[in-house]
């Protein structure tokens, strides 16, 4: 029985927007375990980007509770959150969001930028990220010289590289053709098997939602179906 | 995030948009150029003040008539007709801390040698007046107190008189006529250089206080008395014996006022070095106002900069950045932004301070207490105008960044 990693409990969230309030998330209750992959589904507007922000701790629950690793984080402050990001969560965003004008191994390095780690260490540990998505020898070119695959293989290395609890993946092949989507895709996969990593994928693309062994749907708020649980 | 890596990510950002960095510091570069040249320029006044009067002597007193009421009507600041020659002889022999003294009179004629004429102004002073002021002659020599006794018919010439008279004669020996009366000329005084601008202390002849007064004026008043103390540290205590003394010659009862003025050197020097501390002041203020300025344009550029990188911010914060970390990064670029333009704003000033003594003429003095003035005034204008755009930074929503196009 593997550990559990992140349980959502009746999770609400409202957004004030003027005079009315919109009910983005209306009690969602979710468990994930470790080595898990996990596929969040729905169309625009279901709930899946606040939950994903919920999840990744960018964003904090109106109501309900969130443990990550049995710590109930939904009354963290600002910084505290921060710190949990930093070293807990993996983000890869449908647009990459890469630092312009950088170098793939600074943008590996930026989340051990914010870490207690040597700078010597924190090179050490990029080039190992950036080894493991396939990205050896690209290094040193900046990101403007590097194809959209390749931009979202830095992010990948990213993600990994201050060894989180889980990866949290938006729409990460929304940007790319069918080839490379496949080659990305592969690098989940692997990292999931092979490495036993925890990955959250977000997305509309019921094709790519089939690549995650478990899948739940997302409707107006709430989760309408559950799969492979 | 340590600080070197703070700094090191500084300035790559800054290096992304060199033109608007340079412009940027170029504010801070003119503040502080600004503040250090004018600042210099006030301290080389200073400076220039106060050798003028070492060069005089600190140990000097003047003493003056007071000013003579008649009826209650004040007439102005030496107005009295009461200082004799035989108050100077008094004072040298009663007044144990002064050395020298030296009665003078003055008045202007018109010279003539020959072909040649020139109207300057006559000083009658005392055989000692060349130990008193610190003014020796170059050529020949002074008059002595038995030509003074003697009421002798010889003068010394400033180097201003003597190329007008003489051009490249040699004037000693020579006979000079002033207001008719034959002088012999004895001596040239060495050069002096001009005080004021409009006043040159060498276009004038010197001859014995007694000539003056019996030959060209017809008085037998002296218009002032030069006094120099033993000692610098000595010029109250002589101040406090000569105004003794005179009240007594001048029978002035307990509780009168004086009928004449005793003002020291030191006291002189200090006011005119207040009056240039004063101006020193004023132009470092003035360029300060530059600084505010560059100050301002930091914070412009600093806001427009963080405009620019919200999504950048907002990565940063998705992947961990704290409020701090954040706050610190667009701090330390507005720190570094004025903290180089400072640097090289100090150079430009000294630069600029170089080149005002070159062209100007005027004495300039920087020091090293204006250039860490300089210095920490301009970071702390970078703390200052940084640290607000910083802080909206650093309150930016991560979701809302991340989402900014």
């Given at each position: 029985m593997n550990n559990t990693i992140i349980k959502l409990e009746n999770i609400i969230k409202i957004y004030q927007v003027g005079a009315s309030e919109v009910h983005a998330l209306k009690g969602v209750s979710l468990e994930v375990k470790e080595g898990d992959y996990l596929a969040i589904m729905g169309p625009s507007g279901s709930g899946k980007s606040t939950l994903m922000n919920i999840i990744g701790c960018l964003d904090k629950p109106t109501r309900g509770h969130y443990f990550l690793e049995g710590t109930d984080?939904?009354?963290?402050s600002r910084n505290k959150l921060a710190e949990i990001r930093n070293k807990k969560i993996g983000f890869v965003f449908q647009n990459f969001n890469l630092l312009p004008r950088t170098s793939a191994l600074e943008n590996a390095e930026l989340p051990l930028l914010y870490s207690d780690i040597s700078p010597k260490l924190a090179r050490q540990r990029a080039l190992e990220a950036l080894a493991q998505v396939g990205l050896k020898g690209r290094e040193h070119h900046l990101t403007n010289q590097l194809s959209g695959g390749e931009m979202q293989r830095v992010a990948i290395a990213r993600a990994l590289v201050n060894r989180p609890s889980l990866i949290l993946a938006d729409e990460p092949t929304g940007n790319l053709d069918s080839k490379t989507e496949e080659e990305i895709m592969s690098v989940f996969k692997s990292l999931n098997r092979e490495k036993g990593m925890t990955l959250i994928l977000v997305t509309h693309d019921p094709d790519i939602g089939q690549a995650a062994p478990r899948r739940i749907y997302l409707r107006d708020g709430l989760i309408v179906k559950k799969e492979g649980f | 995030m340590n600080i070197i890596k703070t700094i090191q990510i500084a300035f790559r950002a800054l290096n992304r948009n060199k033109m608007r960095s340079f412009l940027t510091a170029l504010g801070i570069i003119i503040g502080v150029g600004a503040v250090i040249a004018m600042v210099s320029i006030g301290q080389g006044a200073k400076k220039a003040v106060e050798q003028r009067f070492q060069e005089m002597g600190t140990n000097l007193l003047f003493i003056r008539p007071g000013s003579r009421s008649f009826r209650g009507v004040h007439g102005g600041s030496?107005?009295?007709?009461?200082?004799?020659p035989e108050d100077a002889e008094a004072i040298l022999k009663n007044?144990?801390?002064?050395q020298y003294v030296s009665p003078n009179v003055s008045t202007r004629a018109q010279t003539v040698y020959r072909n040649k004429n020139w109207n300057t102004s006559i000083q009658g002073v005392g055989a000692d007046y060349p130990l008193i002021r610190n003014w020796n002659v170059v050529d020949g020599e002074f008059f002595n107190e038995g030509m003074v006794k003697t009421a002798a018919k010889v003068c010394v010439l400033g180097n201003e008189v003597k190329i007008n008279l003489?051009?490249?004669?040699?004037?000693?020996?020579k006979i000079i006529r002033i207001k008719s009366i034959p002088f012999r000329v004895i001596g040239i005084m060495e050069q002096k250089g001009?005080?004021?601008?409009?006043?040159?202390?060498?276009d004038t002849i010197f001859a014995p206080y007694t000539t003056v007064q019996k030959r060209l004026m017809g008085i037998d008043h002296v218009q002032s008395i030069d006094v120099s103390a033993v000692a610098s540290e000595l010029t109250g205590e002589a101040q406090r014996q000569i105004e003794e003394l005179l009240r007594e010659k001048h029978r002035i009862l307990p509780g009168a006022e004086d009928d004449f003025n005793v003002r020291n050197m030191s006291d002189i020097a200090e006011s005119a070095a207040e009056s240039t501390r004063i101006l020193t002041i004023l132009l470092g203020g003035i360029a300060s106002v530059s600084l505010l300025v560059g100050g301002i344009g930091i914070m412009n550029i600093m806001l427009v900069s963080v405009t620019e990188r919200i999504r950048e911010i907002g990565i940063r914060m998705a992947i961990g950045a704290k409020e701090r970390d954040i706050l610190m990064q667009f701090l330390t670029e507005a720190i570094v932004l004025s903290g180089v333009g400072g640097l090289i704003g100090i150079g430009v000033g000294m630069l600029t301070s170089r080149l005002i003594s070159h062209f100007a003429g005027w004495q300039t003095v920087v020091s090293l207490g204006a250039i860490l003035l300089a210095f920490i005034f301009s970071g702390t204008v970078g703390v200052f105008f940084g640290y607000y755009p910083a802080r909206k930074a650093s309150k930016l929503d991560p979701i809302e960044a991340l989402r900014y196009e």
């Open positions: 984080i939904s009354t963290f | 030496g107005t009295f007709q009461n200082l004799k007044c144990n801390a002064v003489f051009e490249n004669e040699d004037p000693i020996g001009e005080a004021g601008g409009w006043f040159n202390r060498d």
